[in-house]
């Protein structure tokens, strides 16, 4: 799941968005979306990414101060998982004054670092175990 991607710093950076049209595109007209695939492999697939995206979406609409926080933790979480250098204030200045450049760099880091964004987190986690759940059965048993 995961390529080899520098710690310390960001693979690309927050105006980079035309290095992935297809993320750029589909985080400009649907935010929740990017915003829900990123949250879910975030969270390691414990809420889904319909939950996450429309949860996004809700606070967004309603209040643009909760859909900036909800994003926020996001992007603080991805950097502390990634070890990318940063701080929780530029996180929330970006997350609030730029959110879809936001949702669109951290959605690009995840592709970066291997993930298939459209998998989701059991998706993922399938192509990685390229779908093992136990242990080959050994026909017969062992016998002398």
Known sequence: MTEK??????STGLCDCFSDCSSCCLTFWCPCVSFGRVAE????????????????CILAIFTHVGGCIHSWVYRAKLRKVYGIEGHRCSDCLIS???PRLSICQEYRELKA???HMSAG??????MQTRGVTSAPAV???MSR
């Open 121 to 126: 987190w059991d998706g993922n986690l399938q």
């Open 5 to 10: 991607v520098a710690n310390g710093s960001w």
């Open 96 to 98: 609030c004054f730029c």
């Open 139 to 141: 026909e017969g048993g």
């Open 113 to 115: 670092r291997g993930f």
């Open 41 to 56: 492999i975030l969270d390691k697939g414990s809420t889904s990414c319909c939950l996450h995206g429309s949860l996004f």
